[in-house]
Every structure is written in structure tokens, then in C-alpha cells.
């Protein structure tokens, strides 16, 4: 009890303290502490930053035109410059609603209005899960229970009947009160006209700009990124890129985030991809998905590398020695910064969405031993690393890499049923110690002993304290066709990894998820429909 009473009540501290914590809080985060006590509700009602950045997309399916009107009528003052909205996925507010909001405030910062919720921000950011499994997985027309959104396999054969999306006209009316102040722009899925383009290519303070999924044409897209030049994410998966527009793409030199598609091999090639990354220094998040463009070794070797490397490594000094001599005896400048996420994926229905189920096939991507080398010495610092039917590698490759990841926290390796790839020996929390998500489907790993195996004694004054048992981040969990993880591996890492939040398991070991008979003690719900359990 005497240790309970220091510990410091979140209610009892100053309140420029208490403010300055829920800075860092959601919208829901912020509406559920409003129900706590008076004092927390006051602080957050009457603080007016709090209420700058409206994300409403966790409400999207509830909130109606009423609402948001009630809710931008009380938070939002006439002294408050620099407005955030996002209604991504808010099917129920109208674009008639969307004009009449901006008659009321313009000169918005950042706009968000893609047709589904913002992915990102949620895995991020906001740990609401009860809305995001219930309500999303359920009801978001292009996002794949299974998988993240951009991942074609399974698609639905037909289209809903409706698409909810905001009108060009309502579009056209927020961008144009906020040409000027505009710095984060979204659109996601919707359908945009080449005047709409026109409008965001004024947007001159942009540096955040999504449009994936939005049907443009290749004149309209080329339009808008030759006038931003000012760039730092950007964003275009489903949409079909030219060699040009992958151009005016390398021109972006702040460019720190950038997500493709490549839908049409014929217009891009590897070496394209390549020329570009080479010229976008200060990248450090690629993403490449429906990728039928054959071998991506050019694409991470030449593009994205900052010394050649073809062979295993051991120890990256050594290539670094050995470049030290060839280069004079002079240090090597990196010219680029190291990447933190990397995610190639194919595309996996490779057929149009009207024909049978039964004539959909899965691609591949064609990656050697080699790109993973070049990985490990010129990215050391990856956080996050996704391979999707990766072709050509092997185990060794592998685990080549995974020994130099020490701050790897998400790893994904898909393979295809049936091939052939030796147990990983280093995806253990030894070599692996931050890891918080795990993807392997068709990966074997040689140990799965070694995730549930107890740390080693620490000697601490007299007392000796052993560490935790394995990935003591762990937060997800996602297994299909490993033979040699048990039930009993399981119920360890359920039990011992209190951060776990979601586990799939399918056809894995004596374990299968999807049978409604086989339950863990210590699971709370089972979602049977997306194969997902919730701990």
C-alpha cells in the first residue's frame, strides 16, 4: 500500500502538466477523460488547442452533418487560425455539408477527405481497436480483412452499388479558401476532374499530399507535382505511373516518403524506378506494391544503395574498409540517408476483378540474396521491413540481414505455398529484440523454442533477476502454414507478451484459429470472420 501512495495520480498534477499530456492524445482519447471528472473535462473543453485538429474519422460511420456542425460550433472559436479537418471515411456527411463548413472557416492546414479512413494515422496513432475491427474490417469496401490496404488478393468481384465520395464541386470550395495556408492534403479514392487538379496544383505550400486510388489522368497527376515542389510524403498506389511522371517525382530532393504502384510493366521499367530513388537523398520510407516489373534488385541495389555490396555479410566495417582504399584512402560520404521502412509487395490478382474466383494467381517479385546484402549494409536502421512472395532469396539471406536489424520493430515475409525456403536460424528475440509485429506466411523458423525461452539472470546488487520471456513488444501476431509452431508456443507468448493485441493463426502447427471449437483461456473476443483473435 505505502508504494501505491507515491505513485503520482494523473488528477492530482498542475494542470500546465496535465495540459501538456494530452496534447498527445486523440480525439477519442480526449472525448472518453471529458467523462472522468469536472477538472478533466473543463481543461479539455476550454482549451482551444486541443480542438485545432478535428480527426473524425474514428467516428465516421456515426457522425452525421448535425454533428460535425455542433461539434465546429463549439470548438471551434473565431480566434483559432490554421484549422485540421479530416472526415476521411465519414459516409454520412454530405458535400452540401462540406460547402456550408467552409463558408464558415477557410485557410485550412491540413484537409483530409479520403473515402476510406486513414490507415496510417490509426496503427500510429490512435489504439481504439473495438471501432477499427467492428467497423472497419466489416465495412470498408477496398480494405482487406486480412491484410493492409493496397495488397490485392481477394478482391470482391463486384463493386458496391454505392460509393459514398464528396462532390468535385465541395473539393474545389475548400481548396480554394486555403491555396495560401494548405500544407497536408488527402483525397484517397476519390473521383477527381482535371479542374480539381488544377486547384491542388496552386496549393504551393504543400508537403504532405496523398492521391492514391484517384483515377487521374497522367496530364492531371504530371500537372499538379510539376508546381509542388515542396514535398515530403507523397503518395500515389493505383495509380498508373509514365517514366515522366517518375521524373518530375526525382525532382522532389525533400522527399522523405513515397508509395507507389506499378501497374503496367510495359511503361515502367526497374531501371526507371532506380534512376529516380537515386536522386531522392533524404527518403526514408518506400513503398512499392503491385509490382510486376521483374527483378527489384535494381530497384534496392542501384536506387536505393550508398555502396555496392554482392556478397554475405559479416561484418559492414569491412565493406566500409574496403571502400575507404578504393576511394583513396578518404571516408566514404554516405549521400543518402538511411531508410526506415521498406515495404515490396506484388500484385497478387493479376486478373480483373470480373472474372472467376478461380482464375485469380498469385505474382511474385523476382529479389536475390543480394538486395537483402545491400540492406544490411546500407540500412542498418530499418524499422520496419515487408516482402510479399519474395523469389529468389534464401533463408541465409535472411538471416544475413536480420543479425545487423537491431531496430527492426515489424517484419513481414510472404511466401508462396509450396516453395522452398529453409528455417530462418535469427528471428529470435535475441538478434531481433524490438520486433512488436510478425508477418510469415510460409516461412518456417528453425527455433520457435528460442521465442518463448527464459532471458538470462542479471545480477542486480544481491538479487538476481532474470529477464522477461521473448518479444516483450509484441503487439501482433500473424502465422499462415508454420508447421512447427505448437499450441503450447502460443499460450506462452499470449500469457507472458502483455502488449500482444491481435493473433492469426492458420494451418499452423496443432493450432488453427479459424476452428470455433479451439479457444484459448486468456482470449476475450474471437472474430471469426477475418480469422483475427483479440487478447
Not at 479520403?114 to 489504439?127: S, T
Amino acid at each position: 500500500m505505502e508504494n501505491d501512495n507515491r505513485i503520482p495520480r494523473l488528477d492530482i498534477l498542475p494542470t500546465e502538466v496535465v495540459i501538456a499530456i494530452f496534447k498527445f492524445l486523440s480525439i477519442v482519447d480526449k472525448c472518453q477523460l471529458c467523462q472522468v471528472c469536472k477538472r478533466f473535462r473543463l481543461i479539455i473543453y476550454n482549451n482551444i488547442e486541443f480542438w485545432k485538429y478535428l480527426d473524425l474519422s474514428p467516428f465516421g460511420e456515426r457522425l452525421s452533418n448535425e454533428n460535425l456542425f455542433m461539434i465546429v460550433k463549439t470548438r471551434w472559436k473565431s480566434t483559432i487560425e490554421g484549422h485540421k479537418l479530416d472526415l476521411s471515411g465519414c459516409r454520412l456527411i454530405t458535400s452540401h455539408a462540406l460547402e456550408k463548413l467552409v463558408e464558415l472557416h477557410s485557410n485550412f492546414q491540413e484537409i483530409h477527405l479520403n473515402v476510406e479512413p486513414r490507415y496510417d494515422n490509426w496503427r500510429n496513432e490512435i489504439r481504439y481497436d473495438y471501432w477499427i475491427k467492428q467497423l472497419y474490417y466489416k465495412k470498408s469496401p477496398t480494405f482487406l480483412k486480412n491484410d493492409r490496404p493496397g495488397l490485392y488478393q481477394r478482391w470482391e468481384i463486384t463493386k458496391p452499388s454505392y460509393i459514398w465520395q464528396f462532390s468535385n464541386k465541395s473539393i474545389q470550395t475548400v481548396l480554394t479558401g486555403s491555396f495560401k495556408t494548405i500544407k497536408q492534403l488527402s483525397l484517397g479514392n476519390q473521383s477527381l476532374h482535371r479542374e480539381t487538379a488544377t486547384l491542388i496544383s496552386n496549393c504551393s505550400q504543400l508537403i504532405r499530399l496523398d492521391l492514391s486510388g484517384t483515377n487521374l489522368d497522367k496530364v492531371s497527376l504530371q500537372d499538379i507535382l510539376q508546381r509542388v515542389i515542396q514535398l515530403e510524403s507523397l503518395k500515389l498506389l493505383e495509380l498508373e505511373l509514365s517514366p515522366m511522371t517518375l521524373m518530375m517525382i526525382s525532382r522532389f530532393t525533400n522527399l522523405q516518403q513515397l508509395h507507389i504502384s506499378v501497374l503496367d510493366k510495359k511503361n515502367v521499367a526497374s531501371k526507371t524506378i532506380a534512376d529516380m530513388l537515386k536522386k531522392l537523398r533524404k527518403l526514408k520510407d518506400f513503398r512499392m506494391n503491385q509490382a510486376m516489373i521483374g527483378e527489384v534488385d535494381k530497384v534496392v541495389i542501384e536506387g536505393l544503395s550508398w555502396i555496392f555490396c554482392d556478397g554475405p555479410i559479416e561484418d559492414s566495417t569491412k565493406i566500409l574498409e574496403e571502400e575507404k582504399i578504393k576511394n583513396g584512402g578518404r571516408n566514404m560520404d554516405q549521400n543518402r540517408s538511411p531508410l526506415q521502412h521498406l515495404d515490396i509487395s506484388p500484385k497478387l490478382d493479376i486478373y480483373p476483378r470480373s472474372r472467376e474466383r478461380s482464375m485469380q494467381i498469385e505474382h511474385y517479385i523476382t529479389i536475390s540474396n543480394s538486395s537483402l546484402w545491400s540492406l544490411a549494409v546500407n540500412h542498418p536502421f530499418l524499422i520496419s521491413l515487408r516482402l510479399v512472395n519474395a523469389y529468389a532469396i534464401s533463408a541465409e539471406g535472411v538471416d544475413g540481414l536480420l543479425s545487423s536489424l537491431q531496430c527492426l520493430e515489424v517484419f513481414e515475409l510472404r511466401r508462396w505455398r509450396g516453395t522452398e525456403l529453409e528455417p530462418l536460424q535469427k528471428l529470435t528475440p535475441k538478434f531481433c529484440p524490438k520486433l512488436r509485429e510478425i508477418v510469415l506466411h510460409g516461412v518456417e523458423v528453425a527455433n520457435f523454442n528460442e521465442w518463448i525461452k527464459d532471458g538470462e539472470c542479471q545480477d542486480e546488487g544481491n538479487l538476481m533477476i532474470k529477464n522477461k520471456i521473448g518479444f516483450q513488444n509484441l503487439e501482433i501476431l500473424d502465422l499462415v502454414d508454420v508447421s512447427t509452431f505448437f499450441k503450447f508456443h502460443a499460450d506462452v507468448i499470449i500469457k507472458n507478451c502483455v502488449n500482444l493485441r491481435k493473433v492469426r493463426l492458420v494451418r499452423v502447427g496443432d493450432v488453427n484459429f479459424q476452428d470455433e471449437e479451439y479457444k484459448l483461456s486468456h482470449l476475450d473476443n474471437f472474430i471469426n470472420d477475418c480469422g483475427w483473435m483479440d487478447v
